[in-house]
């Protein structure tokens, strides 16, 4: 029996698994600190998977999800924001050296549309949309059974797309992306704002409750919170549009805590998704539906990425 | 020496051609209106493939590049409207009843990128973007080395994305696509309308210049000419912009008559486009260059289809 080793490298914790190749249940299973112990993270992964090596079978590649840009096929993290030191690292060769096994390295939302389309939600399409709503907005798209990673790995950046000329600013220093007025925390951020105005809610005025809270309070019927949630499911479903649009892919699968809170996120979604589509073949082809891995696609896509290789 | 004929059916003309495998040259090329003789555009179109189709060898395949939303695995034209009664036809099943022959059917501006891809600006290109802005703006997505059709042959709508919410309404019928303010037709409304607004110009207050006499003055200085290619080319670079992001290609080919004024539109679309990409490896791993093809690139692509079936 043909085993693999996934690795899925977060800003705080590093997962390692071993996997059969029959079998999506991992035979053994480890979460580290990314950070620690006055280790690099490069030696805390090197050290973890050296734990959870089989001494019996030999392993036949290694697959790492990571954040950040790079370059898939050099094996190469071009820059990581969340992890110290990761800046032009040749991660696969690194390991390479040390394991004398293949080594693939692939986005870790990239990997995560392909967890839930080897795994997953996506199960039996070829056309796939993965889009994850949390603290920002990533993703990652398969088409005709393959995933979309583009020239140099850096495609599937579908939170960096203009939502709204010259809106609020996004993470990454540009304006108006979808990330920047639909993610978790740009929910929050416009609860925050609108209770600084002075806007009438369940929230003290000066508070800032984070997304989960204001998903809470808009459930027990807070206006200004209902409110922050109907404007993100609006602009979701416009920039959702342009994505069929570009794309026509038969499932869109919503990760991320966002994604979660149901009907208060995915109906005002769905009548923009609706209103904005230029056929309406667009949606009723489609089906719109929450992932199905959670936390695990990551650690799953990179198995799936060792399958397909 | 396998014989192929390729069909590209337009609002006014369909050609056809008979391609010997080897080259992209045709051995025999034929074009005639859509419409007239109180034929059907269907009967004109079998019979002017019966006018070109050889006597010696037998043809291979049949494909076609149609306008509209198509089926294309059911070979079913879902909607052209420009051509008279082309509402769910099954034109695939029409010609191959006729020839007994297979036939391949594709979305025009697919198949344009398709063509340009194996025969043109393209070529060698494994990830590719093609998009081509005259009258409207349609393209084509090509990536490792597959065209990207979607689900239901609809994808590369590439026209039909949002650029300016609330903007100027689409041939579409929705509003603010980058089609509505970047196309040839948005360069021809945005000067009529500064015109009737008495902003002054080379052109008469109350005229209606096209495109290409707007490119013509622009390039003597005039002002307003100017100002709406610069307007034109700002949000091509924006929407640009975010297509890298969600597909990071190799290259971009930009086609149609908008795409060939040159500086004018260039040089405010890649100020546009290094100002909105969220990391400059996006442009700088990146060639634009304009199509090689003209109006063959249809054609051609129908015939590399068939070339890759």
């Excluded at 590093?14 to 249940?25: G, P």
Aim: net charge negative; glycine share 12%.
């Amino acid at each position: 029996m043909r085993k693999f080793a996934a690795v899925d490298v977060g800003g705080t914790q590093i997962r390692v698994a071993i996997f059969n190749e029959d079998s999506s249940k991992p035979i053994l299973e480890k979460k580290i600190k990314t950070q620690g112990d006055g280790q690099t993270p490069v030696e805390r992964l090197v050290n973890v998977l050296k734990e959870v090596w089989p001494t019996d079978d030999p392993i036949d590649s290694i697959a790492i999800a990571a954040p950040g840009y790079l370059e898939p096929e050099e094996g190469l993290v071009v820059t990581a924001p969340n992890i110290p030191g990761w800046v032009n690292l040749p991660l696969a060769q690194i390991l390479r050296d040390q394991f004398h096994v293949p080594v693939y390295l692939g986005n870790d939302a990239n990997l995560a549309a392909m967890g839930e389309w080897k795994f997953g939600a996506g199960k039996g399409y070829k056309d796939l949309l993965f889009i994850t709503v949390s603290t920002g907005i990533g993703g990652g798209i398969i088409m005709d059974n393959q995933l979309i990673s583009g020239a140099h790995g850096m495609a599937g950046e579908i939170g960096h797309v203009v939502a709204v000329p010259d809106g609020p600013m996004c993470g990454c220093g540009k304006k108006g992306h979808i990330e920047a007025v639909a993610s978790g925390t740009a929910i929050a951020r416009y609860v925050r704002e609108k209770l600084a105005e002075g806007v009438p809610s369940a929230f003290k005025p000066g508070s800032s409750p984070s997304a989960k809270e204001i998903a809470d309070a808009a459930k027990k019927g807070d206006q200004l919170s209902i409110d922050a949630f109907n404007l993100a499911g609006f602009y979701l479903g416009r920039t959702i549009a342009d994505f069929l649009h570009i794309l026509n892919p038969a499932i869109v699968i919503m990760g991320g805590g966002v994604s979660m809170s149901g009907d208060l996120i995915m109906k005002p979604l769905m009548a923009s998704l609706e209103e904005h589509v230029i056929a309406k073949e667009y949606v009723t082809n489609m089906r719109i539906v929450t992932a199905a891995l959670g936390d695990d696609a990551g650690l799953l896509g990179a198995f799936a990425l060792s399958l397909e290789k």
